[in-house]
């Protein structure tokens, strides 16, 4: 089975700065999407960038980047020119592309990073 | 265009009680998916329904919980007999046919059985 895996429970970074959220994952496929997202404290889910595992180049978004090492099973996340809105919770997510379980593919999440923006 | 609309936003329940959880998806979309979200952890998947069928429900607990979304109106995850370790918030995730994308998500309910 999939897993995802966020070792750090919370990080923190000055207004203006870059932070970097790390992310690992395990599977046996060749092909899946990775996601993040980003939770305020209003709850609501939100999707910061995504990327496709066929495709070598980093998907950019703004101010927010990824580094995807799909050899070491890796995708971490980059948020440039912090700002005190991107203060949040920050989920990484995979999905299969052929499905899980036999669905079109459920997102297995990771137990997320709370980030802090110091002003 | 509205987003995913889910509904009641908070919800309190005594043990025992019944709890329904309604999602109206985004204009367009036919898939529904209902995640649930324990304190301090991230989201685990529960149920996939497309209009009128359970497609993957491999992630719902094999009692109390059911899901349905009919031909017409929202999405309804129902828990009966909720017992305290229920409480958590319950979020819905819309696509539409066979997207590529991350889901679209609502803002979730949470649900505290007291």
């Known amino acids: 089975a999939q897993t995802v895996t966020q070792s750090q429970p919370e990080m923190s970074v000055q207004e203006a700065e870059t932070v970097t959220l790390s992310c690992t994952y395990d599977?046996?496929?060749?092909?899946?999407?990775l996601f993040w997202y980003k939770q305020p404290p209003s709850r609501q889910m939100i999707l910061v960038i995504r990327?496709?595992?066929?495709?070598?180049q980093n998907a950019t978004e703004n101010r927010f980047s990824v580094n995807f090492q799909k050899a070491a099973k890796s995708f971490s996340l980059k948020i440039s020119d912090s700002q005190l809105g991107d203060a949040a919770m920050y989920f990484c997510?995979?999905?299969?592309?052929?499905?899980?379980?036999?669905?079109?593919?459920?997102?297995?999440f990771g137990k997320g990073t709370k980030l802090s923006v110091k002003p | 265009n509205a987003g995913v609309m889910q509904n009641p936003r908070h919800l309190v329940r005594r043990r025992g009680q019944e709890a329904r959880l309604r999602c109206s998806p985004m204009?367009?979309?036919?898939?529904v998916y209902w995640y649930r979200q324990l304190p301090e952890e991230g989201l685990k998947f529960m149920v996939y329904?497309?209009?009128?069928?359970?497609?993957?429900e491999s992630g719902m607990p094999k009692e109390r919980f059911s899901a349905e979304f009919p031909k017409e109106g929202p999405s309804i995850l129902r828990i009966q007999q909720v017992v305290r370790g229920d409480s958590a918030a319950y979020f819905c995730?819309?696509?539409?046919?066979?997207?590529?994308?991350?889901?679209?998500f609502g803002s979730g309910t949470r649900l505290t059985v007291v």
């Open positions: 995730a819309s696509s539409p046919r066979q997207s590529n994308y991350g889901y679209t």
């Open positions: 599977t046996s496929e060749s092909d899946y999407y």
């Open positions: 990327q496709e595992a066929y495709k070598q």
């Open positions: 997510a995979y999905r299969s592309v052929r499905g899980y379980g036999g669905s079109q593919g459920n997102l297995i």
């Open positions: 204009k367009g979309h036919s898939h």
């Open positions: 329904l497309q209009k009128e069928n359970i497609i993957d």
